[in-house]
């Protein structure tokens, strides 16, 4: 199973930016490194890097301006970090991922982490392989 280590204050963070942003979705790009092991990159979170939901219905999906994004992305290259995946809220559930989330999915390999905060607060992930989205173990770390 493929995991990802999100820190303990990343975590927070990630937390409190769904927090802000509800009752819409929060949304940003998580940074790290890719550590390979059998089969599957382990991802390390190292930082994460908020980004405004531009969403044209923001309460029931994200999207990032690809202006924005790429801008966050090389500022993660030019840190010499990996682009390890990307982060939204989901601020009424549910905890996974949705149909929309999977049609939207673009970048296989990286992880897609959601902070749910609907019936009980969670944060979890899943790795897309570029037809579906996988369970993907998070573990925290300081």
């Keep these: 199973m493929p995991t990802i280590a999100i820190p303990d204050s990343i975590r927070d963070e990630l937390l409190a930016h769904a927090r802000e942003e509800a009752p819409t979705e929060a949304c940003g790009i998580l940074a790290g490194t890719r550590i390979e092991r059998d089969d599957d990159a382990e991802h390390r979170v190292l930082e994460h890097?908020?980004?405004?939901?531009?969403?044209?219905?923001?309460?029931?999906?994200?999207e990032i301006?690809?202006?924005?994004?790429?801008?966050?992305?090389?500022?993660?290259?030019?840190?010499?970090?990996?682009?390890?995946?990307?982060?939204?809220?989901?601020?009424?559930?549910p905890a996974g991922p949705s149909e929309t989330d999977a049609a939207q999915a673009t970048w296989p390999g990286r992880s897609y982490v959601i902070v749910a905060l609907g019936d009980?607060?969670?944060?979890?992930?899943?790795?897309?392989?570029?037809?579906?989205?996988?369970?993907e173990s998070v573990v925290s770390e300081e």
């Design 49 to 62: 890097h908020p980004a405004e939901n531009v969403a044209g219905t923001p309460r029931t999906r994200y």
């Design 65 to 93: 301006d690809p202006r924005e994004q790429l801008e966050l992305m090389e500022a993660v290259e030019d840190a010499g970090r990996e682009v390890v995946g990307f982060y939204h809220s989901h601020p009424r559930g």
């Design 120 to 135: 009980g607060v969670s944060v979890g992930s899943w790795r897309w392989t570029g037809a579906e989205f996988v369970d």
